[in-house]
């Protein structure tokens, strides 16, 4: 059964730091790029950033662009969101999800994605 769990969510301050895992079980990532979304409540699901499955090709979104970052550990079968500098406005359910595709690609639409962990809130606040 193929599975994604996010954790590493939880309460931090203005200006501090959190690092996401999405662990996946049942399938490999290797053949899959992966996408890290994020949903605030009254908004609609963002696409935060991606990275391909074969050299690493990754993308931001320009909210965070400078301050994420994005990585795999395919001998983990892990991804990982590294978020610095964080904001109030970075609060919000976080997902990975993950997109069978070949080659550098990745993409930050939702409906690129078909598989989905259950999501780990981050909340931003003194």
């Known amino acids: 059964q193929l599975q994604l769990v996010e954790s590493g969510g939880g309460l931090v301050q203005p200006g501090g730091s959190l690092r996401l895992s999405c662990a996946a079980s049942?399938?490999?990532?290797?053949?899959?790029?992966i996408g890290w979304f994020r949903q605030a409540p009254g908004k609609d699901r963002e696409g935060v950033s991606c990275?391909?499955?074969?050299?690493?090709?990754?993308d931001y979104a320009d909210s965070v662009k400078g301050r994420f970052s994005i990585s795999r550990d395919n001998a983990k079968n892990t991804v990982y969101l590294q978020m610095n500098s964080l904001k109030p406005e970075d609060t919000a359910v976080y997902y990975c999800?993950?997109?069978?595709?070949?080659?550098?690609?990745?993409?930050?639409?939702?409906?690129?994605?078909?598989?989905w962990g259950q999501g780990t809130q981050v909340t931003v606040s003194s």
């Open positions: 990275i391909s499955p074969s050299d690493g090709t990754t």
């Open positions: 999800a993950a997109d069978a595709v070949l080659g550098s690609y990745c993409g930050r639409r939702r409906s690129e994605y078909d598989h």
């Open positions: 049942g399938f490999t990532l290797d053949y899959y790029a």
